[in-house]
């Protein structure tokens, strides 16, 4: 309550008419409570929910995904953002029930973020990033479909090719990029909707991506279909892509998507 933020609000409210207080307050929470995300390649040593959990970030070591965690902090804390997510330490894995609904979630968090940042660990400063890993992995596609608004940073956490802006899907030069580097057309790269609709193509865009677990390759799908079937860690990838394609032809009808 004694917040900078709430003062200014609170001095606001006092000068606007009194009609226009409900969208200002709307206004100013909902910016207030904006969020950037952040998509990368997983590595050795990554910081999970219980290795920060009541600690400072930036008081933690800087090795290995502690230092990318911090690194993500300050870039975001570069866009005037005061919030930001990462998959690696804001979920509860330990929980199985916390992990199945942030499964089902995870395309809604991208969605909903005002901003992605694409750490590309691969891509030296200067060079194209058409054959880094991040364009190989079954996670990383709705990372790239979700978001209205992504920037991507090379090795050393400088902005792609400099390319100075607020949202690198705005970038002509960048979505030609992207289109040769993952075969996705760039209507679909700058606004994408969720569904069964296409479904071939969009099984097409996963088919020559891999995971860790066989499993993910149908789950790291289910946001980008809008789908939510259970996620069931064991069953074998066959078994969980064939419950996928049930659920697309059950709801689009189109028995194509069997030949993807």
């Known amino acids: 309550m004694g917040s900078q933020q709430y003062s200014q609000l609170l001095s606001s409210c006092r000068t ?14 909902s910016g207030y409570f904006q969020f950037v995300t952040f998509s990368h390649r997983w590595g ?14 930036y008081g933690m070591s800087t090795e290995g995904g502690f230092g990318k965690l911090q690194a993500f902090c300050l870039r975001a804390c ?5 919030w930001a997510w990462s998959d690696t330490c804001c979920i509860d894995k330990d929980s199985s029930a916390e992990l ?5 979630s995870m395309f809604t968090w991208y969605r909903r973020s005002s901003l992605t940042i694409v750490y590309l660990h691969d891509v030296a400063s200067g060079n194209s990033f058409g054959s880094s890993e991040w364009f190989t992995r079954g996670w990383t596609l709705q990372e790239l479909l979700a978001p209205r608004s992504i920037l991507f940073y090379t090795q ?11 949202n690198h899907k705005a970038d002509v030069d960048v979505i030609e990029e992207l289109e040769n580097a993952t075969g996705i057309e760039s209507r679909f ?6 569904g ?18 066989p499993e993910d390759v149908a789950y790291s799908l289910f946001g980008i279909f809008a789908l939510h079937p259970p996620v069931l860690y064991g069953e ?13 032809i059950s709801r689009s009808g189109d028995i194509s998507v069997l030949d993807w």
């Not at 570069?78 to 005061?82: D, I, K």
């Open 16 to 29: 606007c008419p009194p009609d226009q207080r409900t969208k200002l307050i709307h206004t100013t929470i």
């Open 78 to 82: 570069e866009q005037n953002y005061l």
């Open 189 to 194: 790269l700058t606004e994408f909707s969720p």
């Open 44 to 57: 050795a040593g990554e910081p999970l929910l219980r290795d920060v959990e009541g600690h400072s970030i």
């Open 236 to 248: 074998s990838a066959e078994n969980a892509v064939g419950r996928l394609l049930a659920e697309i």
């Open 100 to 104: 199945q609904e942030a499964i089902g």
């Open 196 to 213: 069964v609709e296409d479904a071939r193509s969009r099984l097409q865009w996963a088919s020559s991506r891999r995971t860790t677990r």
């Open 156 to 166: 050393n956490w400088s902005l792609y090719k400099n390319r100075i802006g607020s």
